[in-house]
């Protein structure tokens, strides 16, 4: 079982609609970060949590950390929001180290 | 800033061939790191260093080394190529501190023929 799940692998949403990404994580962590990876592109950081709630725009991040669950909501989404978004932890110890997920793909369409 | 450059953009070698990857901050970031990216599996840790002259070795070091001689750059080296390292290389890096943030580079695309 890899240390930091996501779901779903895919997703397909049309303009505006509200879209929710989950991460999931099994060991202890410091932080937890949302980054994004526009195709053929390089990696940007959205967020990065210790605890609550964080927004920027139209994204929101949220982290539970008794629950080991993190999410990352698009508040009307637009094409341009099409990304693999990645989750990563930085686990606790180790606070430079990051262990990603395998990415949650998304086509947002007209 | 020019935050995190990674050269070149693209590479093709041949098995056996040597190369090195560039990668160069100018945020006097203490950390830096390389992972490689593989369709279907997350991002894996290469090498790190927490500064210069120390580095260390991550999840997959086998077939790559590193050097910090500055603070700036942090040089990826592929002493003979092989087929399985086909994958895009990614440097980040970050400030010490668990309150700060990574920067990543564009990526690198590494073909091994």
């Known amino acids: 079982k890899n240390e930091v799940e996501q779901s779903p692998q895919n997703l397909t949403a049309q303009e505006g609609e509200f879209i929710t990404i989950n991460c999931s994580y099994s060991?202890?962590?410091?932080?937890l970060h949302w980054l994004q990876q526009h195709p053929g592109g390089g990696i940007v950081s959205l967020f990065m949590?210790?605890?609550g709630k964080k927004k920027h725009g139209r994204l929101i991040a949220t982290i539970n950390i008794q629950e080991k669950h993190s999410s990352l909501h698009i508040t009307a989404s637009h094409p341009r929001d099409s990304a693999v978004y990645i989750c990563?932890?930085?686990?606790?110890?180790?606070?430079?180290?990051?262990?990603f997920g395998t990415g949650t793909r998304l086509q947002v369409t007209l | 800033n020019a935050g995190v450059t990674q050269t070149p953009k693209f590479q093709v070698l041949k098995t056996g061939q040597s190369m090195t990857l560039q990668c160069a901050q100018d945020m006097n970031h203490e950390y830096m790191s390389w992972y490689r990216q593989d369709p279907g599996m997350g991002l894996r840790l290469i090498h790190y260093?927490?500064?210069?002259?120390?580095?260390d070795q991550g999840e997959v070091p086998n077939g790559y080394n590193v050097s910090r001689s500055t603070t700036e750059d942090f040089p990826l080296r592929l002493l003979s190529a092989a087929p399985s390292q086909t994958s895009v290389y990614f440097c980040?890096?970050?400030?010490?501190?668990?309150?700060?943030?990574?920067?990543f580079g564009s990526g690198t695309r590494l073909t091994v023929v």
């Open positions: 060991v202890g962590i410091s932080a």
């Open positions: 990563a932890v930085s686990n606790t110890g180790t606070a430079s180290k990051l262990t």
């Open positions: 260093s927490v500064g210069a002259g120390i580095t």
């Open positions: 949590l210790s605890s």
């Open positions: 980040a890096s970050r400030r010490t501190g668990r309150q700060y943030g990574y920067t």
